[in-house]
């Protein structure tokens, strides 16, 4: 099992900047990609950013230019930098963790931009 827990999120005007974290814990031997994805009310579920254990990254054009996901190996965490934030990007953002046959997910952290 693996744990995944994530903090950073709250309310802030647009055009500021968040950063969450996503810090694993338990058998995370097996991860290799890790990802942020958001959910607004009455939206689906939707890729935000991911990397892989190799370190490649991949974004959702929607965030391109704004948003920057890093991992630090040693602390076990994934973050994602939000900047030049707008109202649509209001959201849950949930982090998940892949492994060969599924994935992990944490709990999840609110993301709130006022314009």
């Known amino acids: 099992q693996v744990q995944l827990v994530e903090s950073g999120g709250g309310l802030v005007q647009a055009g500021g900047s968040l950063r969450l974290s996503c810090a694993a814990s338990?058998?995370?031997?097996?991860?290799?990609?890790m990802g942020w994805y958001r959910q607004a009310p009455g939206k689906q579920r939707e890729l935000v950013a991911a990397?892989?254990?190799?370190?490649?990254?991949n974004y959702a054009d929607s965030v391109k230019g704004r948003f920057t996901i890093s991992r630090d190996s040693a602390k076990n965490t994934v973050y994602l930098q939000m900047n030049s934030l707008k109202p649509e990007d209001t959201a849950a953002y949930f982090c998940?963790?892949?492994?060969?046959?599924?994935?992990?997910w944490g709990r999840g952290t609110q993301v709130t931009v006022s314009s």
């Open positions: 990397i892989t254990s190799g370190g490649s990254t």
């Open positions: 338990g058998s995370i031997f097996n991860i290799y990609i």
């Open positions: 998940n963790a892949g492994y060969g046959s599924g994935s992990y």
